[in-house]
């Protein structure tokens, strides 16, 4: 079993900068990982992936203001969001899924967001 507990959401004013880290409790070094993000009576919907190569991807954003980044040694993706607008208030998720073999998906609890005017 993976755990996965994110952390560094908050408050931020708009245009302000967070960085969310998503800490697993095990090696997921096979595993490729997602930001995901849920605002209320909305869909979640995915942010940014990074591959088990480290290779990122943002499928629904071409603003460029987020990046994500993993550091397989110590068990942990970040997702670097600058230039934030209210439109990004959600809480966001991070997911692990293995790349190989039966599938295995693990959810973090999330970390509240807020941008603020």
């Known amino acids: 079993q993976v755990q996965l507990v994110e952390s560094g959401g908050g408050l931020v004013q708009s245009g302000g900068s967070l960085r969310l880290s998503c800490a697993a409790s095990?090696?997921?070094?096979?595993?490729?990982v997602g930001w995901y993000r849920q605002a209320p009576g909305k869909q979640r919907d995915v942010v940014a992936t990074?591959?088990?190569?480290?290779?990122?991807a943002y499928p629904n954003s071409g603003e460029g203001r987020f990046t994500v980044s993993r550091d397989n040694a110590k068990n942990m993706v970040f997702l670097q969001m600058n230039s934030l607008k209210p439109e990004d208030t959600a809480v966001y998720y991070c997911?692990?899924?293995?790349?190989?073999?039966?599938?295995?998906?693990?959810w973090g609890q999330g970390t509240q967001v807020t941008v603020s005017s």
């Open positions: 095990g090696s997921i070094r096979d595993f490729s």
């Open positions: 997911k692990a899924e293995r790349i190989w073999g039966p599938r295995l998906v693990y």
């Open positions: 990074i591959t088990s190569g480290g290779s990122p």
